[in-house]
């Protein structure tokens, strides 16, 4: 139950240095302080909601190497079984080693690594710009990320719910569509798929439809098939690479993809 989730009091509390050891940006103060956690060179810009097994952030990870991304999973065991794939791929794809010294002043400590910022470093190895974290979004989401961090989150193949009552479970609502839009910056977009119809329309009623709300106002539909570059990329790596999408295209089932984009903030008078 959510009684064992570890969650974060807020999103400057959360230490993102032990999930992406490779952007920890190298300190030059000496005195920091404990209680903060250690300064990154890059944020998490990639949240994969319900992410399952893992599928959507491996294929995204070696297309964009210094994007962070994060898969967030409710149950345990799944959690831990992706956390456990990304280590098994960032073993076999290892961080190159820092540059050694090679001054001809006598050797006082071998192999002693440069200062330098291992992330600056290109081309680097994928898989250590994915993480993943157990955690409830429908209650936890604002406690990770701080406001606009986000330039795209996934929905993919969300649990459809589809008794009546179960509705509420559903991680597709007016309310969590203005949560979203909270994290997600102006620009950014919020991928959907799911082989359910019943559930796609849901999706579109509640972001940009009669059920939305106030998040209305906040998003516009955009024609996935218009999208271009990484967007268009990652529409074809949802639909191609997560483990349920998969399952679709063996079953022969059809997939409903709507993308919607986070518009500007609405001017207040
Ligand atoms: N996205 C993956 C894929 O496409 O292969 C997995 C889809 S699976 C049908 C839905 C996943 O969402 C499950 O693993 C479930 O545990 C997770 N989930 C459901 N509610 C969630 C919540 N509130 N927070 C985080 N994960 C959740």
């Known amino acids: 139950s959510d009684h064992s989730l570890i969650y974060p009091a807020s999103p ?4 993102w240095s032990t999930h992406f050891p490779a952007f920890k940006a190298q300190s030059t103060e000496t005195n920091e302080t404990p209680s903060t956690p250690p300064p990154m060179t890059r944020q998490v810009e990639i949240a994969d909601i319900g992410c399952g097994f893992g599928g959507l952030i491996v294929a995204l990870s070696p297309l964009f190497p210094t994007t962070l991304m994060l898969g967030l999973e409710l149950r345990n065991q799944v959690t831990d079984y992706v956390i456990n ?33 291992p992330s600056q470093q290109t081309p680097s190895p994928p898989y250590h710009n994915i993480s993943a974290l157990r955690s409830n979004t429908m209650k936890f989401l604002p406690n990770i990320f701080p406001r606009a961090q986000l330039t795209s989150i996934f929905l993919c193949f969300p649990d459809p719910h589809f008794k009546q009552r179960k509705h509420k479970a559903r991680i597709v609502s007016a309310q969590l569509n203005a949560e979203y839009a909270y994290v997600v910056r102006p620009g950014g977009l919020v991928y959907t798929i799911t082989d359910v119809e019943e559930l796609h329309s849901w999706m579109v009623r509640h972001f940009v439809g009669e059920e939305s709300g106030d998040a209305a106002e906040l998003w516009e539909r955009v024609d996935e098939k218009g999208l271009e570059g990484d967007e ?10 997560t483990e349920e999408g998969k399952k679709v295209t063996r079953n022969g089932g059809r997939k409903y993809v709507a993308v919607f984009r986070r518009r500007e903030n609405p001017e207040w008078p």
Do not use: W
């Open 12 to 15: 400057e509390s959360m230490d």
């Open 85 to 117: 794939r990304i280590a098994a791929l960032r073993s076999q794809n290892p961080l190159p080693l820092p540059p050694t010294y090679t001054s001809t002043a006598p050797i006082t400590a071998p192999n002693q690594p440069l200062a330098s910022d």
């Open 232 to 241: 268009g990329v990652c529409v074809r790596i949802m639909s191609e690479e």
